[in-house]
């Protein structure tokens, strides 16, 4: 099994503020890599794919970098809407099942 | 654009076997373009796989899991349905349908997710 971790567990950050969260994989997943917006009480959205793309509706504040093992968002300009919980995940073919990050959650500073 | 929505019983008590069905809308199931997961959050915490299901019939299940899953499409109502046998306290948690296009990729599209309470 893949495992994924992800640092920091918690990110406090002043709105207009700029966030890099981490994501690691315990073998190399290639590309294969998303990330999830969470809030209370919702369920998860995609935000990236493909480590990097973004999914459709999702605005350009939203980055994400990295390859094989080791993966990063960017959120470029905290709104206040983007204070959530964030899970990448890896969708790697082999071995065959998906796994999720423990989470980071973003904060108001 | 594919709706997805859990339904079944939102208590189950301990040792019994629990039961929820994902309805799928604006798409067929049985396009063949997406397989259909499920995947669970327990309180605070976060999200474990469980399991897939494609059209043709063909599963895989997460191993940690795979001794009690049996997930099963029916696609004449436009359904999948998940069963987690033997059930305790650790199961409890929000269960979420999703799906992804491709044989592997991410989870597009979510249902809202529906709590599972394991007690007596």
């Known amino acids: 099994e893949i495992v994924m971790t992800q640092s920091p567990a918690t990110l406090s950050v002043s709105p207009g503020e700029r966030a890099t969260l981490s994501c690691r994989a315990s073998?190399?997943?290639?590309?294969?890599l998303a990330w999830y917006q969470q809030k209370p009480g919702q369920a998860p959205r995609l935000l990236i794919y493909?480590?990097?793309t973004r999914a459709t509706g999702i605005p350009a504040r939203f980055s994400g970098s990295g390859s094989g093992t080791e993966f990063t968002l960017t959120i470029s300009s905290l709104q206040s809407e983007d204070f959530a919980v964030y899970y990448c995940?890896?969708?790697?073919?082999?071995?065959?099942?998906?796994?999720f990050g423990p989470g980071t959650k973003v904060d108001i500073k | 654009q594919v709706q997805l929505q859990e339904s079944g019983p939102g208590l189950v008590k301990p040792s019994q076997t629990l039961s929820l069905t994902c309805t799928v809308s604006?798409?067929?199931?049985?396009?063949?373009?997406?397989?259909w997961s499920w995947i669970r959050q327990p309180a605070g915490k976060g999200l474990e796989w469980i399991g897939r299901i494609y059209t043709s019939g063909s599963t895989n299940y997460n191993p940690s899991l795979k001794s009690r899953v049996t997930i099963s499409v029916d696609t004449s109502k436009n359904q999948f349905s998940l069963k987690l046998s033997s059930v305790t306290a650790a199961d409890t948690a929000v269960y979420y349908c999703?799906?992804?296009?491709?044989?592997?990729?991410?989870?597009?599209?979510w249902g809202q997710g529906t709590l599972v309470t394991v007690s007596s």
């Open positions: 995940q890896q969708y790697n073919n082999w071995p065959r099942i998906f796994t």
């Open positions: 999703a799906t992804h296009s491709g044989s592997y990729g991410p989870f597009d599209y």
């Open positions: 604006g798409g067929s199931i049985s396009s063949g373009s997406y397989y």
């Open positions: 493909g480590a990097s």
């Open positions: 073998q190399s997943v290639s590309s294969n």
